[in-house]
């Protein structure tokens, strides 16, 4: 009987040392499954971030050559720009040098109007 009791004890002890075990493995289970769905919410999350970031230097790129096109474009109106104020400068020098043109052309008709006055002034008036 001794033999018979030792047996259950054995059993019983074996018993409630796989139920212990398999509570225990079910709440490892458990964890398992709570830390892959983290891990799987951090995995999304990143796969998220890192779209994202591939969009973000695409944006990147596509102002990056705007900008250049941008900068191009003020260069040659800048060049342009330049070019139309030299012109306007001549002809600024131009038109000065005209106008002191038109003085002395001016000043010598004032002149020869003059000089023709007196002599036709001089001549007697004739009366039809």
Not at 2 to 26: H, P
Not at 75 to 95: C, D, F, M
């Amino acid at each position: 009987m001794e033999g018979q009791v030792r047996k259950n004890t054995a059993v019983i002890v074996i018993s409630v040392v796989a139920i212990i075990f398999f509570i225990l493995w079910f709440k490892t289970i458990s964890e398992v499954r709570k830390y892959k769905n983290i891990a799987d919410r951090k995995a999304a999350a990143y796969w998220d971030l890192e779209e994202k970031n591939a969009k973000l230097e695409k944006e990147r790129f596509t102002v990056a050559e705007e900008l250049k096109a941008a900068q191009a474009q003020l260069a040659q109106e800048k060049t342009q720009y330049e070019e139309t104020k030299k012109v306007l400068s001549q002809e600024q020098v131009a038109e000065q040098a005209l106008k002191v043109e038109l003085e002395r052309v001016t000043r010598l008709k004032e002149a020869l109007e003059s000089d023709l006055k007196g002599p036709l002034s001089a001549q007697p008036k004739v009366i039809k």
